[in-house]
């Protein structure tokens, strides 16, 4: 068992007993969670040592329902975007889909991010999609402005260099489906409902007819979309064993340890090198788009990228004494 997963060992039975600490009080809505679905056992040092090491790195300005974060020390490279609107459910209104097109801007100035993850603060809430409340109040030329500035924000966010997890504990709809199809992973919790339903509302257009038949097939996407029925974890699950590709989900845990999961993949990544896995990120992205002829000439344009740096020969000395590499992205 790893240590990541052990944060989920005591922190309910903990924060019961002194649940007007601070930390505890910080993490009230993972901590609720967590006891609704009788999660027990999270190790109480390593949960403190987690919340504690985020630093924000960009200010409520654009937004206040996003908030951008960097951890600490050895997890310095991984990135945390938080969606937080639990009274719309984390519906994509416009003022959301501000932040979230300055968070991302921000990720691709930022040379020292290695890994990004999208989560919600919002238990049980991924995103509900676009906020149809807002929607009934815009014109159409404003809802056709708005609809592709929601696409060209997800396609940003699947164009960024570095690996992206979305972090699904809870329900995601339409628009909050589709920005988790714009990520290369997606770890969903039991306790998921996962539905593209821009089809049956009419609303949300925003990728999603194209990056769902690419991860999971033509038929099982125009079941799932011509239908708009909700497909849970399990389901999603069970996508990957029929159709042969870990296209809709990634990794399937228990309600509540999604985070934790995601966590734990993202730190695995970092410690790998930056420019290695940007380089791989790139070949494996567009040479999908080519044939095998140009996609290995794209592989090989991405490795001669590698072939000079300062992390190459890194890597190869630390397998030579035995010992772990120290990346620095040089």
């Not at 164009?159 to 988790?180: H, N, Q, R």
């Not at 919790?189 to 009419?202: E, K, N, Q």
């Not at 990794?251 to 970092?270: D, R």
Request: net charge positive.
């Amino acid at each position: 068992m790893s240590a990541l997963t052990k944060l989920t060992k005591t922190l309910a039975h903990h924060c019961v007993k002194k649940s007007k600490t601070h930390w505890c009080k910080s993490s009230q809505p993972l901590l609720n969670l967590l006891i609704s679905e009788n999660i027990v056992n999270i190790n109480t040092s390593q949960f403190h040592q987690y919340q504690s090491r985020r630093t924000l790195i960009l200010d409520s300005a654009s937004s206040e329902s996003v908030q951008l974060q960097r951890l600490s020390d050895s997890d310095s490279g991984i990135i945390e975007v938080s969606l937080n609107r639990p009274a719309a459910k984390n519906a994509l209104g416009t003022d959301m889909l501000r932040g979230l097109k300055h968070a991302f801007e921000t990720i691709s100035e930022d040379s020292s991010a290695n890994v990004v993850m999208i989560r919600s603060s919002v238990p049980k809430v991924f995103c509900a999609g676009a906020d149809l409340k807002e929607r009934r109040q815009m014109s159409p030329s404003e809802i056709h402005f708005y609809v592709n500035t929601l696409r060209s924000t997800f396609s940003f966010l699947e164009a960024l260099p570095i690996p992206t997890i979305a972090v699904i504990d809870g329900a995601a709809l339409g628009g909050g489906l589709e920005m988790a199809l714009a990520c290369d992973l997606r770890i969903c919790g039991s306790c998921s409902d996962r539905s593209l339903s821009h089809v049956i509302l009419a609303s949300d257009r925003a990728g999603g007819t194209q990056r769902l038949p690419r991860l999971v097939g033509k038929s099982v996407a125009k079941d799932i979309i011509f239908t708009g029925r909700k497909v849970s974890g399990k389901d999603a699950m069970s996508l990957v064993k029929e159709c042969h590709t870990a296209g809709l989900v990634n990794y399937y845990v228990p309600a509540g340890q999604a985070q934790l999961k995601a966590l734990e993949i993202a730190q695995e990544i970092n410690q790998k090198g930056p420019i290695a896995i940007r380089m791989a990120k790139r070949a494996i992205t567009k040479g999908l788009e080519v044939d095998m002829a140009s996609a290995l000439e794209l592989e090989e344009e991405c490795y001669i990228e590698t072939l000079h740096t300062e992390d190459r020969l890194e890597g190869l000395a630390a397998f030579a004494e035995k010992r772990k590499p120290k990346y620095t992205g040089t």
